[in-house]
């Protein structure tokens, strides 16, 4: 039958009828993953005792603001965790690991990172890049890298040396904007393990962003010490307006309180204003929310490698986190593909993105995103620096028949600049 609400060519339909029919073990493990983590949340919420009058938000102070205390303690169930601090008060995921990272550490301290050169935002926050913003190195914080293995794992032998001293030893779970591999949830096992018998006294530290429900467990699951994400990723469902979280060792989450809010105040202040009731449902949602991101990413894959591009993860590989990365070969391609991507947006469908000199890079980006809150990565979106090897980022999809019309959409538009041959 003929698309009656898009043009798109009829050979790009058949190329994902097909790889749907490739993915169909792929995404019934999806589904079983997302059946799992739907009923740990949904146990979470029952066993803390949500009710109505939680959703109710405090203003000024916000002392004894029971939503919010309730959040925390859903949180903390769901992560298998002590305490956590879920907080619309964090204006990022930048933020939130910023404050998980002041909070913790003090002047003359170490912090190893052992995947490497941590995500673009953090560069400054730890001053591998910047000055006079008060950054780790600023504050006699001293921020070490342990450079990943050549095959861009973690370099596990080389954990006991790099952690002696140090007192937190910092993983980034996701690829982020690089095309190395994320890191699983049992390879962050294997490295609490090494750490913890090298240098017990070492905190284990996971920024956790784009990883929540893509697996059955979280770090704090195998002994992640404090895991750090965003509100408007993965586990905000779509929902959550803005926001972020940590959570983890009662005590560390303690120090973290006292740093977002002041030293003495910590937990017991912060008024939610009426959000809660957005982050509650953003919750119970992201289970589902993150399976249909990751089906589109598998799907994305699937047509893409079978087209001949590179891309990693591959379809069949296993994941960890939602993103999705296309090396596409070139600008045009490029461009195609992610102004392609955006006229499948259920916001601003009729913009037409274009490379432009952002901030902070060095080279053009093109982003696309139609997204109902802004900048939300786990709704449908696209980014790619117009550089070698030409490679766009695609991540998110609130359900998988958009992000499936997004795929669509993206290869017509690259049929229909001549970037394509079928
Ligand atoms: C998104 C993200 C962050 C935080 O970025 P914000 O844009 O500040 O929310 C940090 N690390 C990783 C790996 C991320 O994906």
Known sequence: MKEPFFTIDERIETLCRQAEEQCAGIFRQIDDTADYNARKVLAAFIRNRVSEP?????????????????????????????????????????????????????PGDTIVSLTGRPYDTLEEVVG?????????????????MQELAPDGHIDFDAIPAAVQGARVAYIQRS?????????TVAEIARVVELVKKASPDTIVMVDNCYGEFVERQEPTEVGA??????????????????GGYIAGRADLVELCAHRLTAPGVGKEVGCTLGESRNMFIGLF?????????VKTAVLTSAVCQNLGYAVTPRWDEKRTDIIQAITLGDEASL??????????????????PEPWDMPGYESQVIMAAGAFTMGASIELSADAPIREPYAAWMQGALTYPSGKVGLKLALQSMLEQGALKL
């Open 128 to 144: 591998l890049r910047g000055e006079g913003h008060g950054s780790l190195k600023e504050w006699g914080v001293t921020f070490k």
């Open 54 to 106: 939680m959703f109710a938000g405090t203003t000024g102070y916000g002392y004894g603001d029971i939503g919010r205390e309730a959040l925390d303690a859903v949180l903390a169930d769901i992560f298998g965790c002590e305490d956590a601090l879920i907080r619309h008060n964090f204006v990022s995921g930048t933020h939130a690991l910023t404050t998980a990272l002041f909070g913790v550490l003090r």
């Open 225 to 242: 010490e404090l895991i750090i994400g965003s509100l408007i990723k993965n586990p905000g469902g779509g929902i959550a307006r803005t």
């Open 335 to 352: 461009v195609a593909f992610c102004q392609g991507v955006q006229k499948g947006a259920p916001v601003d469908a009729y913009v037409t």
């Open 175 to 183: 690829r982020g904007y690089t095309l190395r591999p994320s890191v």
């Open 285 to 293: 949602l992201a289970p589902t929310v993150v399976a249909a991101a």
